[in-house]
């Protein structure tokens, strides 16, 4: 691994919180509560405890996720797992931006590279291309986050695995109202009952979330549905179904800013310098710039033991209608295949995935043997308008664009795992075909018909060896494997229609690590890891919505990982989180030099918390810092870079139990010191717009009351 230099301006934030904890641990001899491993299914499919796995691998549980939290995007939790980057960008209309050890950071919109996976059903497309909105924190109980080699195992676009598992229903029935408040107009309503009746467990859930946004032409509104269904017809068997619903209608898209504009007024949008008969009005309010959503989907679980033996098997189906009105200006000369202003489709989406899991003994230790295969298909009929009538922007006018797009998955694998008294080796091979298949209709500029198919075996291996009880170290190794997504293949940059010359990217993962647990009541986990990648898929051109894609040259990413859960004494607790990440081309090209580092990932990033409650868990508090590394937003690294900051979150919380009443309360309050910085960037924003501001100091309210029946 090549030698690299770690840097952080948040120097002050590791005293601020590593100080009190300190002194606390060195004042107080009083016996503090024990940290449980927590078992987890993410990397073998075999349950394990976390801390007997050779991979990175970290829980957020239901505690994290809900208290204290509006609970509408996946980033209010997820803030606290080292390796991962999840930005809010302030613009529901493109969802949050994820990455994972570099991994996804590029996306403009949506989730990529990282696999998104809800009750074991996915919330990724047969592409790799998922939405994180989908995700009903509400009904949380945990979210494992897997990182490194072992992420491979998942096949294509596997930089990395979040995977949501909701609550059971369970005895005694309750039902429960959240009432959410905070800045810029955010309000949301929440109202879920769960139980559990002959035999019949269930989960119901409805949000309806709305926002005026930070940023100026950023409201949205949006509306959860959610639904859960258990049912254990023997001792050795398990349904389980699942059903949810996102609805956003005309959420608006603020766009991004030139730095000119950040510094000006972080909130402003780009003004329009083409209309200088309204100097205030900006692009994204001459457009009209919105999106809407309505996605639905269900699946079902099935799964049967014979022994310690067990067969699995999961189907899901859904649909995603959206509609995006983009700034795609009148005047600009575009080749006759462009599609204009408006994307419009229908998505169909169906899936199963069958696997069956065997237990033997081989050679003195444990063999546990899982063979299953995993196919996927989804089907567009998309269109693409001009978004002017006339003279009046921001409607659907004509017709551009109008084909239907088929992608399809089939993946086999097999995962083993042997165990023998400190030994544990796990390996696991799957192999990945995706074909995209697309049949155009609108001929007036051409026939863009045609189809691509790619393939790849992704092989993984990891071993680890317990030295003592509380001891464990492990390293592991495989081959990744990126697709084009749907969206990457949409155009070229010289707008010809498909860009079906893409290559995908194939990468090579290693990574050794230990996790140690201290006296019961800490543990800390640490990783380094190198990945190589050939082919590195960057953005070639970003401009009114459009970003078109190439395949570059080799990248190398080299980090370390540190993680760190104790439990103090008095009540209070402390977690951190530190990522150093070197990310850069390895090889030159173009413009870009080597060396260059890969945009949107930040050098080194930091999350630290201080935490108490008192002994009843009536009263509790926090102290948060999050901190990052300066983010470059092009490959070259010649335009100015969001700076690196450090930013303060305090949060108050109480309990209260009256009969069968059970209340909460809760304050937080984010950015405490104001600072104005960017919070994510557009990566290669062809209009140098690459900035998208995160919120000045902000505050929430939410109070809950329960009924137990």
Same mark, same amino acid.
């Given at each position: 691994?090549?030698?690299?230099?770690?840097?952080?301006?948040?120097?002050?934030?590791?005293?601020?919180?590593?100080?009190?904890?300190?002194?606390?641990?060195?004042?107080? /001899?009083?016996?503090?509560?024990?940290? #449980?491993?927590?078992?987890?299914?993410?990397?073998?499919?075999?349950?394990?405890?976390?801390?007997?796995?050779?991979?990175?691998?970290?829980?957020?549980?239901?505690?994290?996720?809900?208290?204290?939290?509006?609970?509408?995007?996946?980033?209010?939790?997820?803030?606290?797992?080292?390796?991962?980057?999840?930005?809010?960008?302030?613009?529901?209309?493109?969802?949050?931006?994820?990455?994972?050890?570099?991994?996804?950071?590029?996306?403009?919109?949506?989730?990529?590279?990282?696999?998104?996976?809800?009750?074991?059903?996915?919330?990724?497309?047969?592409?790799?291309?998922?939405?994180?909105?989908?995700?009903?924190?509400?009904?949380?109980?945990?979210?494992?986050?897997?990182?490194?080699?072992?992420?491979?195992?998942?096949?294509?676009?596997?930089?990395?695995?979040?995977?949501?598992?909701?609550?059971?229903?369970?005895?005694?029935?309750?039902?429960?109202?959240?009432?959410?408040?905070?800045?810029?107009?955010?309000?949301?309503?929440?109202?879920?009952?769960?139980?559990?009746?002959?035999?019949?467990?269930?989960?119901?859930?409805?949000?309806?979330?709305?926002?005026?946004?930070?940023?100026?032409?950023?409201?949205?509104?949006?509306?959860?549905?959610? !639904?859960?269904?258990?049912?254990?017809?023997?001792?050795?068997?398990?349904?389980?179904?699942?059903?949810?619903?996102?609805?956003?209608?005309?959420?608006?898209?603020?766009?991004?800013?030139?730095?000119?504009?950040?510094?000006?007024?972080?909130?402003?949008?780009?003004?329009?310098?083409?209309?200088?008969?309204?100097?205030?009005?900006?692009?994204?309010?001459?457009?009209?710039?919105?999106?809407?959503?309505?996605?639905?989907?269900?699946?079902?679980?099935?799964?049967?033991?014979?022994?310690?033996?067990?067969?699995?098997?999961?189907?899901?189906?859904?649909?995603?209608?959206?509609?995006?009105?983009?700034?795609?200006?009148?005047?600009?000369?575009?080749?006759?295949?462009?599609?204009?202003?408006?994307?419009?489709? /229908?998505?169909?989406? $169906?899936?199963?995935?069958?696997?069956? *899991?065997?237990?033997?003994?081989?050679?003195?230790?444990?063999?546990?043997?899982?063979?299953?295969?995993?196919?996927?298909?989804?089907?567009?009929?998309?269109?693409?308008?001009?978004?002017?009538?006339?003279?009046?922007?921001?409607?659907?006018?004509?017709?551009?664009?109008?084909?239907?797009?088929?992608?399809?998955?089939?993946?086999? $694998?097999? /995962?083993?795992?042997?165990?023998?008294?400190?030994?544990?080796?796990?390996?696991?091979?799957?192999?990945?075909?995706?074909?995209?298949?697309?049949?155009?209709?609108?001929?007036?500029?051409?026939?863009?018909?045609?189809?691509?198919?790619?393939?790849?075996? *992704?092989?993984?291996?990891?071993?680890?060896?317990?030295?003592?009880?509380?001891?464990?170290?492990?390293?592991?190794?495989?081959?990744?494997?990126?697709?084009?997504?749907?969206?990457?293949?949409?155009?070229?940059?010289?707008?010809?229609?498909?860009?079906?010359?893409?290559?995908?990217?194939?990468?090579?993962?290693?990574? #050794?690590?230990?996790?140690?647990?201290?006296?019961?009541?800490?543990?800390?986990?640490?990783?380094?890891?190198?990945?190589?990648?050939?082919?590195?898929?960057?953005?070639?051109?970003?401009?009114?919505?459009?970003?078109?894609? +190439?395949?570059?040259?080799?990248?190398?990413?080299?980090?370390?990982?540190?993680?760190?859960?104790?439990?103090?004494?008095?009540?209070?607790? *402390?977690?951190?989180?530190?990522?150093?990440?070197?990310?850069?081309?390895?090889?030159?090209?173009?413009?870009?030099?080597?060396?260059?580092?890969?945009?949107?990932?930040?050098?080194?990033?930091?999350?630290?918390?201080?935490?108490? +409650?008192?002994?009843?868990?009536?009263?509790?508090?926090?102290?948060?810092?999050?901190?990052?590394?300066?983010?470059?937003?092009?490959?070259?690294?010649?335009?100015?870079?969001?700076?690196?900051?450090?930013?303060?979150?305090?949060?108050?919380? #109480?309990?209260?139990?009256?009969?069968?009443?059970?209340?909460?309360?809760?304050?937080?309050?984010?950015?405490?010191?104001?600072?104005?910085?960017?919070?994510?960037?557009?990566?290669?924003?062809?209009?140098?717009?690459?900035?998208?501001?995160?919120?000045?100091?902000?505050?929430?309210? !939410?109070?809950?009351?329960?009924?137990?029946?």
């Amino acid at each position: 691994m090549k030698p690299y230099r770690y840097r952080l301006n948040a120097v002050a934030a590791l005293f601020a919180l590593g100080g009190p904890a300190a002194v606390l641990a060195a004042e107080a /001899q009083a016996a503090s509560l024990p940290i #449980a491993d927590v078992v987890v299914v993410s990397a073998t499919r075999v349950g394990h405890p976390s801390f007997d796995l050779p991979a990175a691998i970290d829980v957020i549980d239901s505690t994290r996720i809900q208290d204290g939290q509006i609970r509408v995007n996946a980033s209010e939790a997820l803030a606290a797992v080292p390796g991962l980057v999840v930005q809010n960008r302030q613009n529901y209309a493109q969802d949050l931006q994820i990455s994972s050890r570099g991994f996804g950071a590029r996306s403009a919109f949506g989730v990529r590279g990282v696999r998104l996976i809800s009750d074991g059903i996915p919330a990724s497309m047969p592409d790799g291309q998922g939405q994180a909105a989908t995700f009903n924190l509400d009904t949380a109980e945990r979210i494992e986050v897997l990182r490194g080699p072992f992420s491979a195992i998942y096949g294509n676009h596997s930089g990395g695995v979040i995977q949501l598992f909701s609550k059971d229903g369970q005895n005694p029935p309750s039902v429960e109202l959240n009432v959410t408040g905070g800045s810029d107009g955010t309000s949301k309503v929440d109202l879920n009952a769960q139980g559990e009746a002959n035999g019949i467990g269930y989960v119901l859930d409805g949000s309806r979330f709305r926002t005026d946004g930070f940023r100026d032409h950023s409201a949205a509104t949006r509306e959860q549905a959610f !639904g859960k269904i258990t049912v254990k017809p023997t001792a050795d068997s398990k349904l389980t179904i699942v059903a949810n619903s996102l609805h956003q209608g005309n959420t608006q898209d603020p766009l991004g800013a030139t730095w000119a504009t950040f510094e000006r007024d972080p909130r402003a949008g780009e003004l329009d310098a083409l209309d200088p008969q309204n100097p205030k009005r900006t692009l994204a309010e001459r457009y009209n710039t919105r999106k809407s959503i309505d996605h639905q989907q269900i699946g079902a679980t099935w799964e049967q033991r014979f022994g310690d033996d067990r067969l699995r098997v999961m189907a899901y189906g859904g649909n995603r209608d959206v509609i995006q009105y983009q700034a795609f200006t009148k005047g600009f000369q575009a080749p006759a295949t462009h599609s204009g202003g408006v994307v419009d489709f /229908q998505r169909d989406f $169906y899936g199963v995935d069958s696997n069956w *899991t065997h237990v033997n003994q081989l050679a003195g230790g444990k063999l546990s043997t899982t063979i299953g295969v995993d196919y996927g298909r989804s089907k567009d009929d998309r269109s693409g308008y001009e978004n002017y009538i006339g003279e009046v922007f921001g409607l659907k006018g004509r017709l551009r664009r109008d084909e239907q797009d088929v992608v399809s998955s089939l993946d086999p $694998y097999l /995962q083993a795992e042997w165990q023998s008294g400190p030994w544990m080796l796990s390996a696991g091979v799957r192999h990945s075909r995706m074909k995209v298949a697309v049949d155009d209709h609108y001929l007036g500029n051409g026939n863009d018909s045609g189809s691509v198919e790619y393939s790849h075996t *992704t092989p993984v291996l990891g071993l680890l060896y317990q030295l003592n009880p509380n001891l464990n170290v492990y390293a592991s190794a495989a081959r990744g494997f990126e697709a084009p997504t749907l969206n990457e293949l949409f155009y070229s940059g010289a707008g010809s229609g498909f860009n079906f010359k893409l290559k995908p990217a194939t990468s090579t993962n290693l990574e #050794a690590g230990f996790k140690a647990r201290i006296n019961n009541n800490t543990h800390v986990n640490a990783a380094v890891f190198q990945v190589h990648t050939n082919d590195e898929l960057v953005v070639d051109v970003s401009s009114g919505g459009r970003t078109s894609y +190439k395949n570059a040259s080799k990248t190398v990413r080299q980090g370390i990982e540190v993680s760190l859960e104790s439990s103090l004494a008095y009540g209070f607790t *402390t977690r951190w989180a530190l990522t150093s990440l070197h990310a850069v081309y390895d090889e030159a090209f173009g413009a870009v030099a080597k060396g260059s580092r890969l945009p949107g990932v930040p050098s080194a990033n930091l999350f630290a918390e201080l935490a108490w +409650k008192d002994n009843l868990d009536r009263f509790g508090a926090a102290f948060e810092t999050v901190a990052s590394n300066k983010v470059y937003a092009e490959d070259s690294n010649r335009e100015k870079p969001a700076p690196g900051y450090t930013v303060f979150n305090a949060r108050v919380n #109480a309990k209260q139990s009256v009969g069968n009443w059970r209340f909460k309360q809760f304050a937080r309050l984010n950015n405490l010191f104001d600072k104005t910085y960017v919070g994510s960037v557009i990566v290669g924003d062809s209009n140098k717009r690459y900035y998208e501001a995160a919120p000045g100091r902000n505050w929430l309210l !939410g109070a809950s009351a329960q009924y137990l029946f």
